[in-house]
């Protein structure tokens, strides 16, 4: 596989990209026995893709915790494994994880995880397990003083964990950090649970120019465990607002902490040295980004040499690619170059250094495993999987090394189905740990997807997108598009990592085209196109995401009246803003607990992007969704949030709604009750079912023809069996009405619902048809074919059937019995003639047709038919 520039004339015009196309799956049946990937699916545990949880305690051996929650201890030279704790230890105390500690005699079992654990936020040392636990900190108290756990901003933003504790190597001392939230303002949301009154909720949340947390970093003596000592910041940035973005130990009394002012753009890394009383600065490194901010998302780790001062870091260099560089004596030198990344350092060893980095054929999209030899010079870049790529399997992968880097757990994760298989350094032949051949066996019964991967030429740049292109997809004919977008700065949606999502199961079951394009203010491609939006979040990443689908329009087979957008999060404030932009492009979109307003979001994101609003008020005010809310008055609009999202809140969807009631724009919104942003448990399908409905009401029902046979796709029950709750509401209401009407008016309205009734069920007919495999005849079928007798169509029917009619209007049961007694390909041969004869019919999503169904009623006693149903004693939901 390789790229071809391809050029494409449509409509006059030359669309110029770069094409690569992978099949989403390498072993689909041909026996034409396969079905669509269904909602049901993708929530479904049987087609999880399965990783290998692999711990290493050692060089050789590594602890393997099993799907049944067993721990095996194995030996990765001998393959030797043995039992070493079972599942029933972990039952005992509902454990969901274990540490284990440096000397391998005690496993720590975590249960009811909670911040709490460190006991009232009170940092408790205990050196011998046999001895009562020391308690080091005195201070701690809720949502005031945290020791050793972080806040919600250092946990969500800087150390995207749940500790703020750092052993040293022999475990002689201990830092950790002491959070003062005391100055900091809280976001407050109610939780509603169950009793009589709800509960308020008061979380610190440091919001966009407000006060943020203070820091302060301690140092154990676990001889001594009563007296910490103090870590001072560097005096270059300690009398501003700074934070504490990384420890890392080199010695016993040697330690590096990484200090970050408040703008982000300027890191100081320290190096302190303990002089048997107190941590002295022994040197330091500073570094100042010109264009935007440090890092991807802060500054990258450090990786000391054998001389324990100097160290190795991925950071710009002065042409804005992310490439490994050598700091010693206060200069830094880069080991790596070219006009693609390093995403992150491995491991480092005594005389290599092995990374992660798309330097293979300058392909963002891919990530491979690197080694470089270091010593006196540094050598050329040496690629350890890029031949794995021969089978197009193996294309995105990491690594996770022992100590001393004698094996390593190489894993591909795509875009072929995820591989992991334990290499041994010294020889070339891996033995595989997981392959997903249960999973593979699985999917290989259903109609997937085809990926494809590309460039546009975009404002300058050639950026990246990926399509998912329907089963039995031809660029002749005209497909739904659905945009689905991230665009936050630093990410990457557009990658060869293998994807079983909910786009899988709209492209297989529903035939739309799913894409996501990666424009500027996404990573790992240089920092011009990294720091673009600098500054001006909601501008270019909106506009590139607009320009990539005119382009996608120009490639032939997009259905220009069906285009829709969606997104979570950033994605959701992107999807918002792209709605509003008066575009006409999109009929409709989904924004899932957007930002409205900067403001409101919290101060550590933020302001790395955007500065203060104090500093940048004009970019604040206009990159706003409340103040385009008259836009949404041309598209179709969902709204989802959950009420306890504690990161992006609640708050901000209210405002989106409140701005839209007041430009009396009408939209759907959804809320769900005491969920927090990532909306899990049963809210979470409910909300893609959720989704999925609009969807189907916005883009419509689409076919798409086999390469074996032309055949509908029935649409699954998630597009036909859920109503909207204002539907619901409204139909419920009409019921229930006492409103006189006309004897005229009354009659009319009878016979409307007796001839959408029977539309409805003439429509239905043809979806069992589908339903029972049988196959739509061709145009040159035979002509002559029998229709319907309308004096005997009931006859056979011993009993009235028994049926329930839905509030959509369709029928469900023991139509069935009606299918086998009456031949109802004639039906379909019908609807074939009455095209030829130049009547008009159209299929809709939920299998009915309109339009000359009713002249086919009226041809074959329509009658006749509406007896049959109150025959079988139809209900009404």
């Avoid at 704790?85 to 500690?101: H, P, Q």
């Avoid at 189907?696 to 909207?724: A, M």
């Amino acid at each position: 596989m390789g790229c071809n520039k391809v050029i494409w004339i449509l409509a006059g015009v030359a669309v110029t990209v770069t094409m690569i196309t992978i099949l989403a799956v390498f072993y689909s049946k041909s026996d034409g026995t396969q079905r669509p990937f269904t909602l049901g699916d993708y929530f479904n545990d049987t087609f999880r893709k399965k990783s290998y949880s692999l711990y290493w305690i050692s060089d050789k051996e590594y602890l393997h915790k099993t799907a049944e929650r067993n721990l095996f201890l194995h030996n990765a030279e001998t393959m030797e494994e043995t039992l070493f704790l079972s599942n029933s230890t972990f039952d005992k105390v509902g454990a969901t994880g274990y540490l284990l500690s440096g000397d391998h005699k005690y496993v720590a079992l975590e249960s009811n995880y909670s911040k709490a654990y460190v006991s009232n936020y009170n940092l408790f040392l205990n050196s011998d397990m046999n001895a009562k636990a020391v308690q080091v900190t005195q201070n701690g108290k809720k949502n005031e003083i945290l020791n050793g756990v972080p806040d919600w901003v250092y946990e969500e933003e800087v150390f995207a964990s749940s500790g703020a504790i750092w052993w040293s190597s022999t475990g002689k001392f201990l830092a950790y950090v002491e959070f003062n939230d005391t100055e900091v303002q809280k976001i407050e949301y109610s939780w509603y649970g169950s009793d009589q009154y709800p509960e308020t909720v008061a979380v610190p949340y440091p919001k966009a120019g407000s006060n943020l947390t203070k820091v302060k970093l301690f140092v154990v003596d676990t001889s001594n465990p009563s007296s910490p000592t103090q870590v001072a910041p560097p005096t270059s940035i300690a009398s501003s607002d700074h934070m504490l973005c990384s420890v890392t130990w080199v010695t016993d009394e040697r330690v590096a902490v990484q200090w970050l002012t408040r703008k982000q753009n300027h890191v100081v890394v320290q190096i302190y040295d303990f002089d048997g009383s107190s941590w002295r600065e022994k040197q330091k490194f500073e570094q100042t980004s010109k264009t935007g901010w440090i890092g991807r998302y802060g500054p990258l780790p450090l990786f000391f040499a054998e001389d324990k001062i100097s160290f190795y870091k991925v950071m710009s260099d002065d042409k804005g690619y992310k490439h490994i560089h050598l700091v010693k004596d206060g200069k830094a030198t880069p080991i790596t170059s070219g006009k693609w990344e390093v995403i992150y350092i491995c491991k480092l060893t005594k005389d290599a250094i092995y990374f992660v980095s798309n330097q293979h054929q300058r392909v963002p999209v891919m990530r491979n495993l690197y080694k470089v030899l270091i010593g006196s010079s540094h050598s050329d870049t040496q690629c350890l999987t890029c031949d794995l790529d021969e089978d197009s399997r193996c294309q995105y992968n990491s690594a996770y090394f022992s100590s001393d880097a004698s094996f390593y757990r190489m894993d591909c994760y795509g875009p072929g189905l995820p591989l992991y298989t334990l290499v041994d350094n010294r020889v070339s032949e891996p033995s595989t740990l997981e392959d997903n051949t249960d999973l593979k066996n699985l999917l290989s019964g259903f109609h997937m997807p085809t990926m494809k991967y590309g460039t546009l030429k975009v404002s300058g740049f050639d950026l990246w997108y990926q399509m998912m292109l329907p089963p039995g997809f031809k660029k002749s004919k005209k497909y739904p598009l659905l945009i689905d977008v991230y665009g936050g700065p630093s990410s990457q949606s557009v990658s060869y990592s293998f994807k079983l999502n909910w786009g899988t199961y709209l492209s297989s079951s529903h035939g739309i085209i799913v894409a996501s394009f990666d424009g500027r203010g996404s990573g790992y491609q240089g920092d011009e196109i990294l720091h673009a939006i600098y500054r001006r979040l909601g501008t270019y990443e909106v506009e590139d995401q607009i320009a990539a689908v005119r382009k996608f329009i120009d490639m032939g087979f997009i259905d220009t009246k069906r285009i829709a957008i969606w997104g979570w999060s950033y994605g959701g404030y992107v999807a918002s803003l792209a709605l509003s932009a008066g575009t006409g492009l999109f009929k409709c979109g989904i924004a899932v607990a957007p930002v409205a307003n900067w403001q409101y979001y919290d101060a550590v994101y933020t302001e790395r992007y955007m500065g203060k609003p104090v500093e940048n008020s004009d970019s604040y005010k206009n990159s706003t969704v409340t103040s385009r809310a008259k836009n949404f008055s041309k598209v179709d609009f969902l709204l989802v949030h959950g009420t306890a999202d504690d990161n992006v809140h609640f708050q901000q969807s209210a405002q989106i709604s409140k701005a839209l009631v007041d430009e009396q724009v009408d939209f759907e919104a959804m809320w769900y009750t005491d969920r927090d942003h990532s909306l899990s448990g049963s809210a979470r399908y409910h909300a893609f079912n959720h989704m999925s409905h609009f969807l189907q009401k916005c883009l419509g029902g689409v076919t798409w023809e086999s390469p074996l046979q032309r055949c509908y796709i029935r649409p699954s029950r998630s597009l036909r069996d859920h109503e909207t709750a204002p539907e619901a509401i409204g139909k419920r209401k009409s019921a229930n009405q006492q409103t006189p009407v006309s004897n005229t008016r009354l009659k009319r309205s009878t016979e409307a619902q007796t001839m959408k009734t029977a539309q409805s069920l003439a429509g239905l007919l043809l979806l069992i048809i589908i339903q029972s495999s049988w196959q739509v005849p061709d145009q040159d079928a035979d002509r002559n074919s029998v229709l319907l007798n309308e004096n005997s169509m009931f006859s056979d029917l011993s009993e009235p059937p028994n049926m329930k009619r839905h509030s959509e209007g369709t029928f469900s049961n023991d139509y069935s019995k009606y299918l086998e007694t009456r031949r109802a390909q004639d039906f379909v041969q019908w609807l074939k003639n009455s095209k030829r004869n130049g009547s008009l019919f159209r299929r809709h999503a939920d299998g009915t047709y309109t339009s000359d169904v009713s002249s086919y009623l009226q041809d074959q006693a329509a009658k006749e038919f509406v007896s049959w149903l109150k025959a079988g004693r139809g209900r009404r939901d």
